[in-house]
């Protein structure tokens, strides 16, 4: 029996690591930023200062800050990624011929890092490419007179990065806010062909982080003095969507025999 199970536990954990993961590939975030990163070296190269086109390069990090929330969040977010990174460059430069003060700034940047984006529970990968940057910039050449130089360069780049990462409200200003939307329906759909079977359960909880998901990118994509139809209707139909919700807990919950697929088709 326990060879049983050994085995069994054994195949399941080859299953996981061996499953595919079923989300479309990011294609569009991750040509944007090798983009992002790329141009201010090629700029560089172009110009005959590699050199500062890789310092400037380090600037595309903030790209990878971006996440899929409204583009008035990500325009303050992004360029507070912009300013951090352009500080602990400077910070790094001028640092860079003292250990103890790199060690010591190297654990605040990192501890600041962490709070604010644990405290303010904000989307990204933290403090890793704070402290990255600022590790790098202290194994350059020891040159603090470069200090701003290398800090306007990252700045620059990160204003690009910045350019990037908004370009697509010119396109589709409540892109972020109707992908959100159509999330809750596609998990709607998905709740209402789970009613009768052991995935109900599963599927309500996933409702229900994806209803305060899109809630929380509603409340944070309005501005009270620039209301759109585009958003009043997206807010509507999330409106619709937890009455729906509501009303499926509360009436098929204990439901034994599956809905007819239609009802999720049509959702």
Not at 62 to 79: D, E, T, W
Not at 97 to 123: D, E, Q, R
Not at 199 to 212: I, S
């Amino acid at each position: 029996m326990n060879n049983s199970q050994s085995n069994n536990s054994v195949l399941s954990i080859i299953k996981q690591a061996l499953q595919v993961n079923k989300k479309p590939f990011p294609w569009l975030k991750a040509f944007s930023a090798g983009v992002a990163a790329a141009l201010p070296v090629i700029i560089g190269l172009a110009f005959g200062h590699l050199q500062y086109g890789l310092i400037a390069g380090l600037g595309g990090f903030a790209y990878l800050y971006v996440f899929n929330v409204p583009y008035a969040q990500r325009a303050k977010k992004i360029f507070s990624v912009v300013l951090a990174l352009t500080l602990v460059t400077y910070l790094g430069t001028i640092s860079a011929p003292y250990p103890l003060a790199v060690a010591i700034l190297m654990g605040i940047i990192g501890a600041t890092a962490i709070f604010v984006f644990g405290a303010l529970k904000i989307a990204g990968p933290s403090a890793i490419f704070f402290v990255l940057v600022f590790a790098m910039t202290t194994g350059m050449p020891v040159n603090p007179d470069e200090a701003f130089l290398r800090a306007g360069l990252v700045f620059l780049s990160g204003c690009l990065s910045w350019v990037i990462a908004m370009f697509g409200w010119f396109i589709n200003p409540e892109g972020p806010e109707t992908g959100m939307v159509t999330r809750v329906f596609l998990q709607l759909a998905n709740l209402l062909d789970s009613v009768g079977t052991v995935r109900f359960t599963e599927n309500k909880h996933k409702m229900m982080d994806v209803l305060n998901e899109s809630g929380e990118t509603l409340s944070a994509s309005y501005i009270p003095w620039r209301t759109t139809d585009m958003f009043n209707r997206l807010y509507l139909l999330n409106r619709y969507a937890h009455q729906m919700f509501i009303t499926i807990v509360e009436h098929f919950s204990n439901a034994e025999t599956p809905l007819p697929k239609e009802l999720g088709q049509a959702t």
